[in-house]
C-alpha cells in the first residue's frame, strides 16, 4: 500500500469539461471556433482552474480517436502555457484507453480522466484490475525518454456506464494501491462519498471533486476540493465566484449565488448534453466570439450534437434564453 503520490494532484477548484464545436455543414470538427472557446475558458479573466478536454459532455465516443488527438493538441497550443489540462481517456477495452493514453501525453495534457470500462457490466476486481494496469501504464509512458508521468483521476458516472457506481471504498483501494492515481471526479451526486473519501486522504494526496456544480458547496463543506462541472461552459464566472466566495469563509454569499446557479442548471437537466451545449452556445459562444452578439439566429445549429443525434430548435433556444438570461447578466457582472 502506498501513502505519497508520486505526481501533484489537480489544482482545487473549478474546472469545465468543455464541449465540442462541429461544422453544421461538413459534420467535422470546428477547430478554428473551438481555438477561440478554449482561448475564452483559460484566459485568466475566466479564472478556471483548469480545462478538461474529451469529458462526457464533449461527446468523445463521437469521435474517431484522431479527433481526440487534435482536440487534445489544440487545447494545449490553445491555452497558456502552464494552464491545466485533463484528458479524458475513457473506452470500451484496455487497449483503447491505452491508445488514448498515450495521445494524451504526447499532446501534453497534466492529468487523465478514466471511466471503468463497463459496457458488458464489470465485476469489482475487474474494476480494480484494470485501474491498476492504467496506472502502470501511464508510469511506463512517464519512464521514456522526454516524457513525464501524467496524474491519474477516477470517472464515476453510472449514467454512462451501465449503472456501474463506484462506492467509497472501492475508490479508496484504487487510490492506495497506485500512487499515480491523486483524484476522483463523482458524478453520482453522493456528498457521502466526498466526506469518506475526504477523511480517509489529505488533499496533497488526492482531491474529490464532484461532478456537477449544484452540489459544490455540498461538496466543499465536507472536505471536497471543487467540481469538474459541465455547468461552467454557460457560466464559469458564477461558479467560480460560488467556490471562491466559500473557501474566502463568506459563506452565506456564497449559497445566495449558488442556489441561484442550481435553479438555472436544473432547467437544463432534462434537456441533457443537448441542452448544455445549446445554452453554452447562446451565452459563452458570444463571449468568446464564436458567434455574434444579440440574437438566437442559428445557434442551434452551430451548437448542436454531432449525427446523428438531432440538434435542439428554436423552441428550446428562446426557452433557455428566457430561463437563464438573469444569470447571464450576472456572469456579465462578475
Known amino acids: 500500500m ?12 473549478l474546472w469545465v469539461p468543455s464541449i465540442t464545436i462541429f461544422s453544421p455543414t461538413t459534420d467535422t470538427l470546428d477547430l478554428e471556433s473551438q481555438s477561440l472557446y ?12 483548469g480545462l478538461l478536454i474529451l469529458g462526457t459532455n464533449a461527446e468523445p465516443f463521437l469521435l474517431t480517436r484522431e479527433e481526440r488527438a487534435s482536440l487534445l493538441r489544440l487545447a494545449r497550443k490553445t491555452v497558456p502555457p502552464g494552464f491545466p489540462i485533463m484528458a479524458g481517456v475513457s473506452g470500451h477495452s484496455t487497449a483503447q484507453v491505452k491508445e488514448f493514453i498515450r495521445d494524451a501525453q504526447e499532446a501534453g495534457a497534466d492529468h487523465i480522466l478514466v471511466l471503468p470500462c463497463a459496457y458488458f457490466g464489470a465485476k469489482p476486481n475487474v474494476i480494480e484490475g484494470f485501474f491498476g494496469e492504467v496506472s502502470n501504464y501511464v508510469k511506463e509512458l512517464g519512464r521514456e525518454k522526454g516524457k513525464r508521468e501524467m496524474g491519474v483521476v477516477v470517472y464515476n458516472f ?17 487510490v492506495k494501491q497506485n500512487d499515480n492515481v491523486v483524484g476522483v471526479k463523482l458524478t453520482c451526486g453522493s456528498v457521502a462519498k466526498i466526506t ?9 494526496r488526492f482531491r474529490v471533486f464532484g ?9 466543499l463543506s465536507v472536505g471536497g476540493s471543487g467540481c469538474i462541472a459541465a455547468f461552467g461552459n454557460v457560466f464559469p464566472k458564477v461558479i467560480g465566484r460560488v467556490y471562491r466566495l466559500w473557501k474566502e469563509g463568506r459563506g452565506e454569499e ?4 449558488h442556489r441561484m446557479a442550481s435553479l438555472g442548471e436544473q432547467k437544463l437537466k432534462s434537456l441533457g448534453v443537448a441542452g448544455t451545449k445549446l445554452a453554452a452556445g447562446i451565452f459563452t459562444g458570444v ?7 444579440g440574437g ?30 438573469g444569470l447571464d447578466e450576472v456572469e456579465r457582472g462578475l
Open 254 to 257: 456564497a449559497l445566495e449565488l
Open 196 to 204: 469518506r473519501l475526504a477523511a480517509e486522504f489529505k488533499p496533497e
Open 287 to 293: 463571449k468568446a466570439g464564436v458567434v455574434k452578439e
Open 211 to 219: 461532478g456537477q456544480s449544484d452540489f459544490l458547496i455540498g461538496g
Open 2 to 13: 502506498t501513502t505519497a503520490a508520486s505526481v501533484p494532484p489537480p489544482p482545487s477548484g
Open 158 to 174: 453510472p449514467g454512462v456506464t451501465n449503472g456501474t457506481d463506484l462506492d467509497s471504498e472501492m475508490i479508496a483501494r484504487i
Open 38 to 49: 478554449y482561448q475564452y475558458l483559460s484566459s485568466p479573466a475566466v479564472g478556471l482552474s
Open 296 to 325: 438566437l439566429e442559428g445557434v442551434e445549429v452551430r451548437f448542436g450534437m454531432r449525427a446523428p443525434y438531432e440538434a435542439l430548435g428554436r423552441g428550446e433556444s428562446e426557452r433557455i434564453w428566457e430561463g437563464l438570461r
